[in-house]
């Protein structure tokens, strides 16, 4: 995805979770509401993914994966 950045946000909070430590993925698009960017774990990520490929609406932050 262009609207996606894969980096070491070090102590970065994932914006879901708030786990520190493992988020490595920056994301503006389709996966998060317009007009937001959020930073994410790969697990808090993927669950995204699968709300989007169900066609669900974005999540707002701070909805930890079931």
Known sequence: M??????N??????SD???VGR???QHWGPL????????????CFMARREDRDAGK???PHGQKPA
């Open 2 to 7: 262009a609207d996606t950045i894969r980096s």
């Open 9 to 14: 946000f070090g102590d970065t909070p994932c």
């Open 17 to 19: 979770c708030g786990a």
């Open 23 to 25: 988020v490595y993925l």
């Open 32 to 43: 998060v509401p317009p007009g937001k960017a959020g930073y994410f774990d790969e697990v």
């Open 57 to 59: 609406p974005p999540r």
